[in-house]
Nanobody, 114 residues
Framework: VQLQASGGGLVQAGESLRLSCAAS????????MDWYRQAPGKGRELVAS???????DYTESVKGRFTISRDNIRRRLWLQMDSLKPEDTAIYYC?????????WGQGTLVTVSS
């Protein structure tokens, strides 16, 4: 299983970014997928999840600003992040539970300046 995340960068508060995660080695359409993030000095936090049917869930702090989506044919996962805030600064990871083992992408850094 390989997860390749991309799309991070440095933006100002209020701007947008779109993260992408390319998956390989799994039957992507069968699995729930997640985005996590880890801010400096903090633990890893679940940001958004999407199940195999496309139903999404979000942590409270990003509701109304972030949108998770997927393309099962292209085996891609996205996270559209709008109205970014400095507190969204973190390394963002895509995640899947495969064979009862957590699988992580390499992470992509998002930095939001005030």
């Amino acid at each position: 299983v390989q997860l390749q995340a991309s799309g991070g960068g440095l933006v100002q508060a209020g701007e947008s970014l779109r993260l992408s995660c390319a998956a390989s080695g799994i039957n992507f359409r069968l699995y729930d997928m997640d985005w996590y993030r880890q801010a400096p000095g903090k633990g890893r936090e679940l940001v958004a999840s999407i199940d195999s049917e496309g139903s999404a869930d979000y942590t409270e702090s990003v509701k109304g600003r972030f949108t998770i989506s997927r393309d099962n044919i292209r085996r891609r996962l996205w996270l559209q992040m709008d109205s970014l805030k400095p507190e969204d600064t973190a390394i963002y990871y895509c995640h899947v539970m495969f064979a009862r083992i957590d699988r992580w992408g390499q992470g992509t850094l998002v930095t939001v300046s005030s």
